[in-house]
């Protein structure tokens, strides 16, 4: 079988840790032939792991997509605002796409690329990583089996975990909604997804709520500085402080994206005056610290969703209410329990785990993308259509907790095609 060529556009976190990792384990199966990457570090080390001879290398997106197609894939991974305009170039291009969420910050464009992709006959994927995860498929097999009888209800929780809030929704990437996108969709579009996908049917109306309540100046301790490591008062104390996340453990995720350099001095050069070494209660963030959505589907099943930055473990957790038994299950546990009513019995499931962040979902999509280009079979995958179902109640539950409304689904959709 001859490896299927990729290119992989915004070689960060994503497109190195999680996809670029999958291709170095799976040399038979792809390889990476070119990158644009605008940071000169990231890209220099990208392409040493892969191999990339110089002319592939690229500085931005749009140079790479000047070229004549290379390869068969573009693996999309840059930031949130530009996913549109690079989809649809990739689209013109002739490239399949494996696009990272949110597929576009706009409902209306969310709708616009899976047409587009159709027209072309493309294949696109919507990396919502968690439908690849063996234990939220195992928890569809389930409700197929009919192992609850009659879903009622769904009880989701997305524990975001404080330092992890702290690190993307605070300091991060995803702080400001202007620049990223509101935390329900950048962060939970996957859970929106998720929902549905178990609901088992379109959503009919959204209510939510939900504001920033900690993250904010008036909440600063007594002595604290503008950078942790300033001389602040509480930097041993505080659990949010550079010591805490950055400091005390080993390389890794997120210390990997504050500096490429491993090394003790590297970190606290770059914490020093960058961006992740700004005191939590002083930066520049809007995105709300806490939401709850409610949601009524076609069917009738209802929904409540609540995202936290205020857990100990970031992980989620759910619960699915059946007329015949009730699941229960943990990501990060990686268990799943079945009660039944009638036999009154508790089964606990471990799915296989597999490789890759996620719970293997990582790994997962990318190993369902490459089979479906390799058979042209598009089961392995979940329809773009159908992804941009969980982004369009994203998009409704910001506009729900904004005004205060109940947004009604169907008017909304239609409201976002103009
Ligand atoms: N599927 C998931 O579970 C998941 C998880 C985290 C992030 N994401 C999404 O993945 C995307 C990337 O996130 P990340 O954490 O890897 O961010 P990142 O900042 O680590 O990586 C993005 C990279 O794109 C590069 N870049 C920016 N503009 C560019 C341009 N014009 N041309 C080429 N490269 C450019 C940046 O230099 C950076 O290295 C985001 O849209 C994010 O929301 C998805």
Redesign the pocket.
């Known amino acids: 079988m001859k490896p299927t060529g990729i290119a992989v556009?915004?070689?960060?976190?994503?497109?190195?840790?999680?996809y670029g990792e999958y291709v170095l384990q799976n040399p038979h199966e792809c390889t990476v032939v070119a990158v644009?990457?605008?940071?000169d570090e990231?890209r220099r080390l990208f392409s040493a792991e892969h191999q990339i001879p110089g002319h592939r290398q690229?500085?931005?997106?749009?140079?790479?997509l000047e070229e004549p197609r290379l390869c068969d894939a573009v693996l999309?991974?840059?930031?949130?605002r530009?996913?549109y305009d690079?989809t649809m170039k990739c689209i013109e291009r002739g490239y399949h796409v494996l696009l990272?969420?949110?597929m576009a910050v706009d409902p209306g464009q969310c709708l616009e690329i899976p047409a587009a992709a159709d027209e072309a006959g493309i294949t696109l994927v919507i990396?919502?990583?968690?439908r690849y995860t063996p234990l939220f498929y195992t928890i569809r097999e389930l409700l197929d089996r009919d192992a609850i009888g009659r879903v009622v209800t769904i009880q989701h929780n997305e524990n975001v975990g404080h330092q992890h809030f702290a690190h993307?929704y605070v300091r991060g990437?995803?702080r400001r909604a202007e620049t990223?996108?509101p935390i329900i969709l950048?962060k939970s579009c996957?859970d929106m997804d998720l929902i549905f996908w178990f609901a088992g049917a379109r959503c009919q109306s959204v209510s939510s709520f939900g504001r920033l309540i900690h993250f904010r100046e008036e909440n600063a301790p007594p002595g604290s500085t503008e950078y942790c490591l300033d001389g602040c008062s509480v930097f041993h104390t505080c659990p949010f402080s550079v010591a805490a996340v950055y400091l005390s453990s080993p390389y890794r995720w997120p210390t990997t994206?504050v500096t490429p350099d491993s090394s003790l001095d590297a970190r606290i050069e770059a914490l020093r005056r960058g961006p992740y070494g700004r005191c939590v209660y002083r930066c520049d963030n809007d995105v709300v610290d806490n939401q709850v959505v409610a949601m009524s589907f076609e069917n009738g099943v209802t929904a409540s969703f609540t995202l936290s930055g205020f857990t100990h473990e970031i992980s989620r957790t759910i619960k699915l209410m059946g007329t015949r038994g009730e699941i229960r299950a943990h990501l990060e546990k990686n268990e799943i329990e079945l009660h039944s009513f009638s036999t009154k019995s508790v089964t606990t499931i471990r799915p296989h785990a597999g490789t890759g962040?996620?719970g293997g979902?990582?790994h997962g999509?990318m190993r369902s993308f490459l089979r479906s280009l390799r058979t042209g079979n598009h089961d392995y995958i979940v329809n773009a259509r159908e992804s941009a179902e969980g982004h369009l109640i994203a998009f409704a539950a910001e506009e729900a907790r904004k005004n205060g409304n109940v947004v009604q689904m169907d008017a909304f959709v239609e409201a976002s095609k103009t």
Do not use: M, Y
Request: one cysteine or more; a negative charge; proline letters at 2%.
């Open positions: 556009i915004g070689a960060g976190n994503r497109g190195r840790e999680a644009a990457e605008t940071d990231r690229f500085e931005s997106w749009q140079e790479l999309i991974c840059i930031g949130d530009d996913h690079v990272e969420k949110p990396a919502h990583v968690l993307s990437n995803w990223s996108s950048a996957h994206v962040k996620h979902g990582d999509l």
